[in-house]
């Protein structure tokens, strides 16, 4: 398996710009988690979805952020407009069971607001 | 809710031992350990669960006391593979999986 794909990796924007990140979870992975990292805050946790369905979106910063996942094998995160402020890494991770075998994380999406 | 993570740093020589103790104010259900090296995503170690049993393989291992809240992460004859960050992440009654700030760990030669 090819594990957790994000794209893009790099990401640097002008603040007010639209940033779309993307997500593909490991096939037959029933959660998927979006989390932001910073120096900071650490490991935050956004939002995850069940099978599709956001579960738990109380994470989310601000009504600027949005995430949706249409199917199984896709999910996205969107900021709009973004600020200096999201600066940080995005890292979409998916599991199986929840509890039994950990996350597997993707590689992450820098993301540069200036 | 966060868990505490201690030490935030240890530096060690190739083939000394380590602890690293995360603890939380909330009744857990299970603890994650992960370890991040720079510029990659966190890679996961282990799952305690409660009423689990001390989980290990080769030289790093894990216990949980569920009674104080509290997981301890055992590195035995630290190689230089396995410097990185360390993270434990606890989840109570929700799904949520919280992580520590985590443990800067630097294996020197």
């Known amino acids: 398996d090819a594990g957790v794909i994000q794209s893009p990796r790099h990401e640097v924007t002008e603040m007010g710009q639209e940033v779309t990140l993307r997500c593909k979870p490991i096939?037959?992975?029933?959660?998927l988690f979006w989390y932001r990292q910073t120096m900071m805050r650490g490991l935050e946790l956004l939002i995850y979805?069940?099978?599709?369905?956001?579960?738990?979106d109380s994470g989310m910063p601000e009504d600027r952020f949005s995430a949706k996942m249409p199917n199984a094998s896709f999910s996205t995160l969107k900021i709009q407009p973004s600020e200096p402020r999201d600066s940080a890494v995005y890292f979409c991770?998916?599991?199986?069971?929840?509890?039994?075998?950990?996350?597997?994380f993707g590689s992450g999406t820098r993301l540069t607001v200036v | 809710q966060q868990p505490v993570q201690s030490p935030q740093a240890v530096i060690l020589r190739e083939g000394e031992d380590a602890v690293i103790n995360c603890s939380s104010s909330k009744a857990l259900y299970s603890v994650h350990w992960y370890r991040q090296k720079h510029g990659e995503a966190p890679v996961f170690l282990m799952i305690l669960l409660k009423g689990g049993e001390q989980k290990g393989h080769e030289k790093i291992s894990a216990s949980f006391n569920e009674k104080k809240q509290q997981s301890s992460l055992y590195l035995t004859a630290s190689q230089l593979s396995y410097s990185g960050t360390y993270f434990c992440?606890?989840?109570?009654?929700?799904?949520?999986?919280?992580f520590g700030k985590g443990t800067k760990l630097t294996v020197n030669p």
């Open positions: 979805f069940n099978n599709n369905v956001p579960i738990d």
């Open positions: 991770a998916s599991s199986f069971i929840r509890d039994a075998y950990g996350y597997t």
């Open positions: 992440g606890t989840q109570g009654g929700s799904e949520k999986l919280v």
């Open positions: 096939s037959g992975h029933d959660y």
